[in-house]
């Protein structure tokens, strides 16, 4: 049977660089956030419930997901946001399973920006958790994604604390140096897991 290792952080951590890092030791990473992103485009049923929830404007004259658009009637209202992740996360964990069968690999790992909200890690047979100090990742959204400060401190205001998944968290891997730092302690923590597993 499969092991389902979660990986998650926070915006701003780094954990997609972590994954790219998993994915260069040679496993398979699904990437929840990406595959969400095509989901709502590519599913009909997804896009129904989804224009029911926030009208036409969801998706642009083109008929593609309009993200700037959705962000700005959610991130303010967050029953809101609980209904659109009630419609968008069923159909990103179905996809995933799919993708598990087809994959057929002992051991995989699950990318996902909510794993500890939405009780993903349930599913997992470990979780690491991605982490850095709240000022660098404000800095590094800021610079990537053009934000101003007050947006990204929203952002983070709707994501579950910091102590919380530290708590709930495995595995932790701290971002806050440079890339050869979190290079080392990915490669460590896969280590652990890869010996884990051999017993």
């Known amino acids: ?17 972590v994954a790219k890092m998993i994915e260069q030791l040679g496993y398979a990473v699904y990437n929840s ?12 049923a997804l896009k129904q419930e989804i224009i029911q929830l926030l009208g036409e404007k969801a998706y642009d004259k083109n008929g593609l997901y309009d993200r700037r658009y959705v962000a700005e009637q959610v991130f303010s209202n967050k029953t809101l946001l609980q209904q659109l992740n009630a419609i968008i996360h069923p159909a990103v964990n179905q996809d995933f399973h799919q993708w598990v069968e087809r994959e057929n690999f002992d051991l995989v790992f699950k990318e996902t920006a909510l794993l500890f909200e939405l009780k993903l ?28 400060y007050r947006e990204v401190e929203k952002i983070i205001s709707n994501q579950m604390p910091e102590r919380r998944k530290i708590k709930l968290a495995d595995y932790i891997i701290e971002n806050n140096t440079h890339l050869e730092h979190l290079q080392s302690q990915t490669e460590k923590t896969i280590r652990v897991i890869e010996k884990e597993l051999s017993y």
């Open 1 to 17: 049977m499969t092991k389902i290792i979660g990986l998650t952080g926070g915006i701003g951590s780094g954990k997609t660089t």
């Open 33 to 44: 956030d990406t595959r969400a992103k095509n989901l709502v485009n590519e599913s009909s």
């Open 121 to 148: 890690n349930l599913q997992c047979y470990k979780s690491i958790l991605v982490t850095a100090d709240e000022s660098i990742r404000i800095k590094r959204v800021m610079d990537r994604d053009h934000k101003t």
